[in-house]
């Protein structure tokens, strides 16, 4: 229970990440944050008092974070949570270390290292596809561009919601069916 992650929502509800269950335990008991959800009937113990565990909880004061957009930090990770560790090109599931990241208008014409012009895509089809365009090398993407706009943080925060149901409301899933969610 100490190792899980608590979903972390600024006082206005906005989703800001996850933190540990320990973290947002001495949160609450300093007073910093309303508990939301807790995590079904899990208890953590200390000598002298129980707990609750907490899955969902909001701050008591705004933080404003649109100065500090954390997407720029872009991770590789992400982009391959985001892809669900798929090839967009040939659709093969495969592990971390033999995907690479490709760009989807090459930077050699002009494209840029965002997460919106990045996929995941094995060795084989990025090597095929080289220096061109999607449609120049007849090789479609099989990801929609609606996913891939999405910001990473909160494609991140979805992927951790597959597991925990009570996320969901909290992050607005509801933007893209489950149909496109499984696709991509």
């Known amino acids: 229970m100490i190792t899980g992650r608590v979903l972390l929502l600024n006082f206005s509800y906005e989703p800001l990440g996850t933190i540990g269950v320990a973290r947002a335990i001495c949160m609450q008991v300093?007073?910093?944050?309303?508990?939301?959800?807790?995590?079904?009937?899990?208890v953590l113990r200390s000598p002298s008092t129980v707990f609750k565990?907490?899955?969902?909880?909001?701050?008591?004061?705004?933080?404003?974070?649109?100065?500090?957009?954390?997407?720029n930090t872009m991770k590789r990770v992400r982009i391959y949570i985001r892809d669900r560790y798929c090839c967009q090109y040939c659709g093969d599931h495969k592990p971390a270390k033999d995907l690479t990241l490709?760009?989807?208008?090459?930077?050699?014409?002009?494209?840029?290292?965002?997460p919106q012009n990045l996929v995941s895509a094995c060795v084989k089809c990025n090597q095929r596809k080289g220096n061109r365009t999607p449609e120049q090398a007849r090789m479609p993407?099989?990801?929609?561009?609606?996913l891939l706009r999405l910001g990473l943080d909160h494609v991140l925060l979805c992927h951790y919601a597959e597991s925990r149901p009570e996320w969901k409301k909290y992050l607005f899933m509801t933007d893209f069916t489950d149909e496109e969610a499984k696709a991509a």
Do not use: M, W
């Open 141 to 146: 993407l099989l990801t929609s561009q609606k």
């Open 30 to 42: 300093c007073d910093k944050l309303y508990i939301e959800e807790f995590d079904g009937e899990n």
């Open 102 to 114: 490709d760009h989807i208008l090459p930077r050699a014409q002009g494209g840029t290292t965002t």
């Open 53 to 71: 565990v907490p899955s969902v909880v909001r701050l008591r004061s705004y933080i404003n974070v649109r100065r500090k957009r954390r997407e």
